[in-house]
């Protein structure tokens, strides 16, 4: 555990991504593959069940020491991590003397139970410390089965009191499964990369969905050859698009380049192997149990294929809105009912294997051919594949891009067809020419703080058009400003709330904000009876008074097209 608290520090010191890299590779090194293997599922985002809540872990602190509520939530909007916050105050209260609590392999929920967890307690007390690998294992996992909170408040207090206080925030952060560190997945894959000669997409391919974190599988992982024993699950890394350089692209051979839609719904693989479908989202989350119908479909189809492509909800002939895919998302089970009222269906984009081999160094036009003929006959209702579009001039492509919306799409994706399918994003093969986001003017009228480094900085916002004289809440958004926009409205903030509701600030209805988005729906959810799709800030509109932003009706405007 200490070894990796000092990663985790070595990291988060550092903004240079080299700096990165080379302490992922210095902790690889000098690690054992039982830790090591645990490090990489923590810094993947492997490990997302949260087993305490941050409010249990909260009160527990308070119950063993003499702070007041109050000064524990002052030092909170002051730090904006409650993780942090104990393990700072833990360290302050030992200094001044606060009894220690029995060693970990004392305490009677573990003490007896391992001879050689107190054997391995012993050998390493004195040097790095329980290893993680035990720590994820064996200990925490052991909080599951504790149903008394003076139990659970004694066993958090004894682990505590066995790590200093950064390893005690990195304990609360796996604890309340909001884990996270300042290294990218793209990082950890280049440091692993650098450190075992293996290529990156190699190494990217082998650590796409989920995995065991066992020594067998970092073996596997880290070994030059590719392993016989290729998990069937295993998706491939997705080949994204970059944003449109128009300036470079005008000077481009157009014949070597298609156009397809950009759908808005889940960007998907369908896995057809060992006489089983998985349906994987680009999130990495396996999704096939709320998708039955494209499960049992693509049971129809020969193994060894693998599709790219996008979910939608489908009205039999163009898609339905984004609220229909919502409601089967998250959920274990699937009813008839849903799926009647959001009938699903599969735009294939592009086939990876054929045959259980993997054809991603085909050329597109090739894959393209060989998606053809592999769903020649395919059912309509549940797959058809991404129609191709031709164009000769810039001109016919921004004619495209405009003809998107009428489509219900978001815009362009424009392929070069003799590009493989490569990991991740790639310049120069594949780019996204996305439509002009739609715009309202909104009024600013609630705020509230930000988390970890902008915890002393106002940077969530509300705002509000106008429906006659009210201002009714329509958006939230908090990206788009530059640093020194977010200090001037902050400053602002704090000089005209007109009143609190615990973190969050009325403020005068005064500054107006430019707020963009890709889509607009109807939304019984909210008291505006609109949702709007990725809101951002576009400017702040200094130029242009309250009174003057756009209404309720201006936006049930757009969403009538």
């Known amino acids: 555990m200490k070894r990796f608290a000092q990663l985790f520090q070595d990291v988060d010191a550092t903004t240079s991504t080299n700096a990165k890299v080379d302490a ?5 090194r000098d690690e054992t593959p039982a830790n090591a293997v645990w490090a990489l599922y923590l810094l993947l985002g492997k490990m997302r069940k949260r087993l305490i809540t941050s409010r249990v872990l ?39 003397g606060m009894p220690h609590s029995p060693s970990l392999a004392a305490h009677p929920s573990i003490a007896g139970e391992s001879s050689s967890f107190v054997a391995v307690e012993q050998q390493e007390s004195n040097a790095d410390g329980l290893p993680l690998s035990l720590w994820m294992e064996d200990i925490i996992p052991r909080v599951k089965a504790i149903a008394s909170p003076d139990e659970l408040r004694d ?42 000669s293996i290529p990156e997409p190699v190494i990217a391919h082998r650590l796409m969905g989920s995995f065991e974190p066992t020594v067998e599988f970092f073996n596997e992982l880290t070994q030059l050859q590719e392993s016989d024993r290729r998990s ?89 809105s984004f609220n229909h895919l919502q409601k089967r998302l998250g959920r274990k089970r699937i009813t008839a009912k849903i799926m009647q ?88 093969y594949w780019w996204k020419y996305k439509l002009e986001p739609m715009t309202l003017d909104a009024v600013l009228i609630y705020a509230q703080a930000g988390s970890g480094k902008r915890a002393n900085l106002f940077t969530d916002y509300t705002f509000a058009l106008w429906n006659g004289t009210d201002l009714v809440p329509f958006a939230k958004a908090y990206s788009g400003l530059d640093n020194k926009e977010i200090d001037q409205l902050d400053k602002w903030i704090r000089k005209h709330t007109v009143e609190k509701f615990g973190p969050v600030r009325s403020v005068e209805p005064i500054q107006v904000f430019e707020i963009g988005f890709e889509g607009i729906l109807r939304s019984t959810r909210h008291k505006s009876g609109i ?6 800030i576009l400017r702040w509109r200094t130029d242009k008074p309250a009174a003057e932003a756009d209404t309720l009706q201006s936006a049930l405007e757009l969403l009538q097209g």
């Open 58 to 96: 909260r009160d527990i602190f308070l119950q063993i020491s003499d702070i007041p509520e109050w000064l524990f939530e002052d030092c909170y909007a002051q730090v904006g991590d409650s993780a942090e916050v104990i393990s700072l105050l833990w360290h302050s209260l030992q200094g001044q």
């Open 24 to 28: 992922l590779q210095r902790y690889l």
């Open 232 to 320: 069937p699950t295993r998706p491939y890394p997705f080949f994204l698009a970059s944003p449109l350089e128009v300036d470079r692209f005008v000077s481009e051979d157009l014949t070597r380049w298609q156009a397809e839609w950009k759908w808005d719904g889940i960007r998907a693989q369908i896995i057809r192997r060992e006489g089983q479908v998985f349906i994987w989202s680009r999130g990495e989350d396996l999704v096939t149990e709320q998708f039955p119908e494209l499960a049992t479909y693509f049971l129809t189809l020969p193994d060894g294929l693998v599709f790219d492509g996008e979910i939608l909800c489908w009205d039999g002939t163009r898609p339905l």
């Open 531 to 536: 949702a709007v799709r990725f809101p951002r």
């Open 341 to 428: 009222e959001n009938p699903i269906h599969f735009i294939a984009y592009d086939l990876l294997e054929q045959n259980g081999t993997d054809i991603r160094e085909w050329e597109l036009s090739d894959r393209r051919t060989q998606l053809i003929h592999t769903l020649t006959g395919a059912d309509p209702t549940f797959v058809t594949v991404s129609e191709r579009l031709n164009f000769t001039s810039m001109d016919e492509l921004r004619s495209l891009r405009e003809q998107a919306r009428e489509q219900s799409a978001e815009g362009l994706v424009i392929k070069a067809v003799d590009s493989p399918y490569l990991a991740g994003r790639k310049r120069g």
């Open 155 to 196: 066993v958090v207090m004894s682990w505590w009191s066995a790590l200093n206080p950064f390893e005690i925030f990195v304990l609360n952060k796996v604890l309340t499964g909001a884990f996270r560190v300042g290294l990218s997945e793209k990082l950890v894959i280049r440091a692993i990369a650098n450190e075992y």
